[in-house]
């Protein structure tokens, strides 16, 4: 095998951790977010409209962090750096 076939396929392998690692992350962000403001509401119900906008907000953020990953891995795959 030449060099050439082994990084585009350590690139491949370390672009499928990524992703599975970026979609894991952001599945336990959702579900941080989401029990503390249902925590949140629970202790004092009269703040849960301010709570269920801050945890919109900030779902909203950990929802872009796959796509923003996402885009990295493809770059990778795609417009490989490391076959110069």
Do not use: H, Y
């Amino acid at each position: 095998m030449d060099a050439t076939t082994i990084i585009t396929a350590a690139t491949a392998i370390s672009v499928g951790v990524i992703l599975a690692a970026a979609g894991m992350g952001s599945a336990i962000g959702w579900g941080l977010i989401c029990s503390k403001a249902l925590e949140g509401i629970s202790r004092q119900p009269e703040m849960r409209p301010q709570l269920m906008f801050n945890m919109f907000i900030f779902a909203g953020l950990m929802e872009s962090f796959p796509f923003i990953i996402m885009a990295f891995a493809l770059w990778f795959l795609f417009a490989n750096p490391f076959l110069g």
